[in-house]
């Protein structure tokens, strides 16, 4: 397989990983092979040591067990996000994005990897704050159903919201941060109002196909997790599901380099990897 090279991974031998791999792709359907090797690597080794299972465990458990493929997911896929991670990023949209869509009678937004849905609901806020929200609707999609249960509810606990106004102080919106949660005992939940337009549901971005067609996407932090050939199928997709001039948003940590794939954009911020949909 192209996503595990022929090496001996640490707690694991290379035909141990392998195995593992292709397990799940016949037994369930999934495929892992075109996951970053170091990310895939760690996780399946955590996951071993965190549960104090052998090789031959988790083999058992794949094989026999039919809902052990949405526990592994939970396990195996990345699920790290924050309200306003990067303000320089949501400044960039206010300044280059979110004057474009003004113009849009309807405004459909895509979070890509949504997990937990905290940059989703920043960007409810960015969109309240520039009033922008009651003509948009926002569609948050990961395959993991655990997280997303999380992002439905929009309850989160009040010391990560107070990391989360820190964030929030460096961008340029006008409204105070607790004006979009209610505080009880230990945590915070997101105003009921912010989330009547959002819908979270499973979509799978290695599998799945385009859903609907948007005036901007947002897939921040994922992308770093597959190889390149995954990178590029991925970012099509994204692009396909994007209307003509709408907006991709990678992240500074994510920029696109291949040629195929950059013809059809024009780049609006080179740090924030903002582009726009030009073919």
Known sequence: MDGIKNKDVEGLKFEELTEIVELVRNIHEFDFSNYSNASLKRRFERLLISNHWDIIDLKTK???EPKFLDFLIREITVNVTEMFRDP?????LILNVLPYLESYQRIKVWNAGVSSGEELYSFTILFKDSNLYKKSFFYGTDINTKVLEVAKNGIYPIKTMKLFAESYTKTNL???FSEY?????QHSIINSELKKNCLFSVHNLISDSVFNEFQLVS?????IYFDQELQLKVVNLLIDSLCLFGFLCLGSKEVIRNPEALIR???IDSKQNIYQKIK
């Open 88 to 92: 320089d990023f949501y400044n960039s």
């Open 181 to 185: 949660f209610t505080t009880e005992y």
């Open 219 to 223: 897939c921040r932090n994922v992308l």
């Open 174 to 176: 006008k409204s105070s």
């Open 265 to 267: 954009l024009k780049v």
């Open 62 to 64: 794949i094989t026999n």
